[in-house]
């Protein structure tokens, strides 16, 4: 670990080898993936006895599967005989058979069936034809997984952003679509593209008429937590970077809002906080001050998703919300974007095989829905992103990502020189990776929140 010291990692220094190395990978692959928590499904992808969803992370893979009793277990996605793989994507097994010899294990992973097991005689100890367990969680509707038996249960592991989350109910919100892409640059390059808002002003300068985006970024243990500055939910407003300008109507304002939303990002609106915009033009007028108009928005929405019998998180609070922020990272390669409560968008990004210089990466955008009113969603996956018709902002980051990743193998670059106050869960996240991989658990990586200044003037 000597090259990739945690004290290599400042605040606006993050040495480029942490995305191109393959001596880094093969560090994450050793002492990262078989050690820390990590989305492997959704809890909604398996609801029926026998279902299982296969989550492949390197060279390892996890059958997830769901056991008579409602139970989830996790083994490894490995015969123990020859090493066959045993099953792939998804479906519905009351027992995994492998195709080579036929030795055959229950959902719980155990061994029920070895060929000609007399041939071994005292040789083959029972627990030895057995799928190996993964250690196996719940949280936010997400199955977690984890390879090392003695790591760290997974409540404690996803503080402090469980406790200042955990009010949003994630649990009760729904896929109403679910793509994965591969991306062509290291995971790390497309995460850490999704945990900063620096690039807003740039990368998606069409949303400044309409996003105060000047943001702020916060260490939160192991964890990352990111907000715009000038507001503690939806950072609705002209940006101070844009010449001012009079707004004479602020309904018809947030109307074209909440249609480019709608229309670019196609996630954290759902059709019911749009359909509530066209309540606005009858129970507000052209004079109503915008503050007003925006809190009756927030009002409507939430009647709307009352009166649907999607309901709304009960115990939810502004000051909770605005203490909750508006994107987390969570360590190591799950961000989700919550201040919308009923409509969030979540990723989780991983190397694509034992392959470096690629990512697959899920985008979820989950909705709270009435119960037995949630959409049937087929998971779709796409070797080329440019094949996934995706909405104009994911395109906008995905044409940035290879660029990034061809651009800092160049001679002349050395390490990101990060924003230390918009870009402070970037290096935050390296530095903590670095430590993670050094100690191997962690346990003691967690470090107070840290929440950096905004500088006078900003
Ligand atoms: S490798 Fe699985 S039964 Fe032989
Ligand atoms: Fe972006």
New binding site residues.
Partial sequence: MSNYSPQDVRDDWVPKGDYLDRAFHDLEKEFLWPKVWQIACREDEITSAGDYVVYDIVDDSIIVSRGSDGSIHASHNV??????R?ADGRGNANQFV??????RFGRDGKNVK??DRQDWGECLAKEDTDLVTVQVGTWGGFVWINMDPGCQPLDAFLEPMKSKCELFEFDKLHPVWHKTLVIDANWKTTLTAFTEFYHVQTTHAQMLTYTQDYSISRAMGRHGWMSYAASSGMPLGRSSRLPPKDIPDFREYLFEYADQFKNDLAAMQTDRAYQATQRLREETTAETPPEEVLNKWGQFIYEAAVESGAGWPAELTPEYMAESGFDWHTFPNTVFLHAAVEAVLWYRLRPCDDDHTKTLMDVWSLERFAPGAEPKVEHEFYEDWHDADLPLIYRQDMENIPLVQRGMKSSAFKANRTNPVQERAVSHFHRILRRFMENSHADDALEPETLVEIPKGS
């Fill in positions: 015969c123990p005989h020859r090493g066959t045993l492998c195709p080579f010899h036929g030795w070895v060929i």
